[in-house]
């Protein structure tokens, strides 16, 4: 469900069938697929048999400053599932957890506000403690895609992208490649590596609005009286995008310039905590 205040109990986050997501994404000519649903796996339930397909979520984590990030981690287990939504709340415990696993994991849209506020600590801990870093997100503003890629770069991060479509309609528009990856295991070896090449494309005003057009349609179908009901407000969703996307602007702007003030690169935090060190170096 959509956690926005005001809408969580009346429409859902996405609307897409898990298998018509998969199909779509093998037509349009993918050799793997993984879902990233927030914080959950239940979806991809129906996905298991495919030998090609891999369980993955986009983790709702909070910050050692107080501040959440979305964590994209990749080829879990339910047991993970279960140990990471344990300890989301507490970073150093997660980071802890995953790196012992040795599973593959991203920061991803460092620089949007759909989390929420940011710290800049916050960047301090991405660039100490996170293999690789979302690069280009399909519903993202180029420059903040561009931003992240730049941070990814001076930092030696693995880059990563993908569509972040909570409709069909942008399912893999946006993705990562591993050239000569054949196998689930071959495409995470190079992707480590830093061979991960990104495709496709960046998000804008137009195509979100889109987005929530069918989403009101999706509404429409399944409660089609709640729907009627909010149909008055339909002329208002290109405003109400608007605003989100010069907010995303504004962030970005904010977060960059910042950036660039303080350092020209975030500081390492590598004697932080005394716990994580220790496992790190285990």
Not at 117 to 133: C, G, I, K, M
Not at 206 to 230: H, Y
Not at 255 to 280: C, G, H, Y
Request: glycine share 6%; proline share 4%.
């Amino acid at each position: 469900m959509c956690d926005t205040p005001g809408l969580r109990r009346i429409c859902k986050e996405s609307y897409n069938d898990p298998a018509e997501v998969y199909h779509r994404c093998k037509r349009l000519g993918m050799a793997i697929v993984t879902l990233t649903d927030h914080d959950s796996i239940d979806s991809a339930e129906v996905l298991r048999k495919h030998p090609d397909f891999f369980l993955s979520e986009e983790v709702t984590v909070q910050m050692p400053t107080g501040t959440r990030m979305h964590l994209g981690v990749y080829g879990i287990t339910e047991k993970d599932h279960a140990e990471i939504q344990r300890r989301r709340n507490d970073f150093i415990a997660l980071l802890m957890y995953l790196t012992e696993r040795k599973l593959f994991f991203t920061a991803n849209h460092m620089f949007s506000s759909l989390t929420g506020r940011r710290n800049l600590e916050d960047f301090d801990w991405f660039a100490s403690y996170l293999p690789a870093f979302e690069v280009r997100n399909g519903q993202m503003w180029r420059e903040a895609n561009r931003q992240a890629d730049q941070m990814a770069v001076k930092l030696g991060k693995a880059r990563v992208a993908g569509s972040d479509s909570h409709t069909l309609a942008g399912v893999a528009q946006t993705f990562t490649e591993v050239p000569r990856a054949r196998t689930v295991e071959e495409f995470f070896t190079g992707l480590r590596a830093g061979c991960g090449i990104v495709h496709g494309e960046d998000g804008s005003f137009l195509k979100i609005t889109r987005d929530i057009f069918r989403f009101a349609g999706c509404l429409l179908n399944e409660k089609p009286a709640v729907a009627a009901a909010l149909l008055p407000l339909a002329p208002f969703i290109p405003a109400v995008t608007g605003f989100h996307w010069i907010n995303e602007i504004r962030f970005c702007k904010r977060w960059t310039s910042q950036l660039q003030r303080t350092e020209k690169a975030p500081r390492m935090l590598w004697d932080v905590d005394s716990r994580f060190e220790a496992n790190w170096a285990s």
